[in-house]
Nanobody
Framework: QVQLVESGGGLVQPGGSLRLSCAASGIGFRIYDMGWYRQAPGKQRELVASITSGRYTNYADSVKGRFTISRDNAKNTVYLQMNSLKPEDTAVYYC???????????WGQGTQVTVSS
């Protein structure tokens, strides 16, 4: 059974930081490309950042220079370090796992991030 479990969300003031984690089980983690998506109320889900099995990273323009995605294959975990948070970063953040050979996509249940003073 595939499970992606996100954690680390919460309420933070503008300018603050959070680190999200996504622990994967039931998949051969190291072969999967991992991504963080977010969905704000009334908006479509959008890609925030991704990291391939070869550790190539990609970021949405809105988070470049503020967010960093990383992975620890020994722990089957992908992280999203979020700095200089803005109110417009408020959303539910979802973890995604997929490969380019047709495995997945798999999704986590999401974790709420709220940036507000």
């Amino acid at each position: 059974q595939v499970q992606l479990v996100e954690s680390g969300g919460g309420l933070v003031q503008p300018g603050g930081s959070l680190r999200l984690s996504c622990a994967a089980s039931g998949i051969g983690f190291r072969i999967y490309d991992m991504g963080w998506y977010r969905q704000a109320p009334g908006k479509q889900r959008e890609l925030v950042a991704s990291i391939t099995s070869g550790r190539y990273t990609n970021y949405a323009d809105s988070v470049k220079g503020r967010f960093t995605i990383s992975r620890d294959n020994a722990k089957n975990t992908v992280y999203l370090q979020m700095n200089s948070l803005k109110p417009e970063d408020t959303a539910v953040y979802y973890c995604n796992a997929q490969t380019n050979v047709g495995l997945g996509p798999y999704w986590g249940q999401g974790t709420q991030v709220t940036v507000s003073s």
